[in-house]
């Protein structure tokens, strides 16, 4: 059974750093691209980062293009992404995704592309 599981999630102020983790189970990341979304109270999910392991793509939205860093863990079979420079409007619920497609694209997504997700995981970025 495909499954994946966030943590790391948590309260940090601005300008913090986070790491979020996505714990694979049942398939291995060789062979899909693993996206990051988010989605904030009253706004819609949003693909913030994706990577494939195979290819070596990586891509990021503006918005935490230089703040944001996806890597993978091949022993772990676990997915990262670290935040840098956290900004109150970073605050969303975050979910990672596999797109059996393998292909990260540009803008990240299209969500419909990814068909297996976690439950998802709470930042807050507050003074």
């Known amino acids: 059974q495909l499954q994946l599981v966030e943590s790391g999630g948590g309260l940090v102020q601005p300008g913090g750093s986070l790491r979020l983790s996505c714990a694979a189970s049942?398939?291995?990341?060789?062979?899909?691209?693993i996206g990051w979304f988010r989605q904030a109270p009253g706004k819609e999910r949003e693909g913030t980062s994706c990577i494939s392991r195979s290819t070596g793509s990586t891509n990021y939205a503006d918005s935490v293009k230089g703040r944001f860093t996806i890597s993978t863990d091949n022993a772990k079979n676990t997915v990262y992404l670290l935040m840098n420079s956290l900004k109150p409007e970073d605050t969303a619920v975050y979910y990672c995704?596999?797109?059996?497609?393998?292909?990260?694209?540009?803008?990240?997504?299209?969500?419909?592309?990814?068909?297996?997700w976690g439950q998802g995981t709470q930042v807050t970025v507050s003074s």
């Open positions: 049942g398939f291995t990341l060789d062979y899909y691209t």
């Open positions: 995704a596999a797109d059996l497609t393998n292909t990260c694209r540009f803008p990240v997504g299209p969500l419909n592309f990814y068909a297996y």
